[in-house]
């Protein structure tokens, strides 16, 4: 086989080959765990639903809404009973106020503006420390930390170190902010609500 001459049209010819290779190795690669990615976020979140909201007997239909402040819009899920009647929502709301930045997280809410349950979504947050939000934040045990079954007002939940009555993670106050943050933008957004006035549906 005759060695082929290493000129600059070559290169460009063999430079284009292996770029187009690698890109069609990528988009295969891509098409191949698309579906199993999305699956796995949307079971992801559907155990998150269920974890966060009191006893319910189906959900409603799901709405995107721009909360009162916030760059980006939250996705809430209604709880209904056997009336049909909302009982709480879940809601899916984030802050970009965390350590390492973006914080996304699942919270239920009932009608008296109690907080049912959260699970933390996603975060970059450090390991060991502000990685324990979701069982800091958690513990029963420790009513000063728990957020869990706490009544939410206009003024929102603040860590004590801002004046407020949630103890912040040991060494970690600024996750324990931004995820105040999180569930201060879910019941702004629930309680601006207004009959669903300016949401539109969520298509999962």
Do not use: C
Not at 11 to 19: E, I, Q, R
Not at 69 to 97: C, M, W
Not at 136 to 145: M, R, S, V
């Amino acid at each position: 086989m005759a060695k082929l001459e290493s000129t600059f049209r070559n290169m460009l010819v063999a430079l284009f080959g292996v770029t187009l290779i690698a890109s069609a190795s990528l988009g295969l690669v891509y098409n191949v765990t698309k579906s199993p990615i999305e699956r796995a976020e949307l079971e992801k979140q559907n155990n998150a639903i269920a974890a966060v909201l009191p006893q319910f007997e189906e959900l409603g239909t799901a709405y995107k809404k721009f909360p009162p402040e916030g760059r980006d819009s939250v996705d809430i899920f209604p709880a209904l009973d056997q009336n049909g009647e909302i009982v709480a929502h879940a809601v899916k709301s984030y802050t970009y106020s965390g350590f390492s930045g973006y914080i996304e997280i699942m919270v239920g809410i009932d009608v008296n503006n109690t907080i049912t349950g959260f699970r933390v979504l996603r975060h970059a947050e450090t390991p060991g420390l502000g990685s324990k939000m979701e069982q800091w934040h958690n513990d029963t045990e420790k009513p000063g930390q728990n957020i869990v079954g706490r009544t939410l007002n206009e003024e929102g939940l603040k860590v004590s170190k801002d004046g407020g009555d949630v103890d912040a993670i040991t060494a970690a106050t600024i996750t324990s902010r931004a995820l105040m943050d999180a569930l201060n933008r879910a019941n702004a957004t629930v309680s601006d609500l207004d009959s669903y006035t300016g949401a539109t549906p969520v298509n999962n």
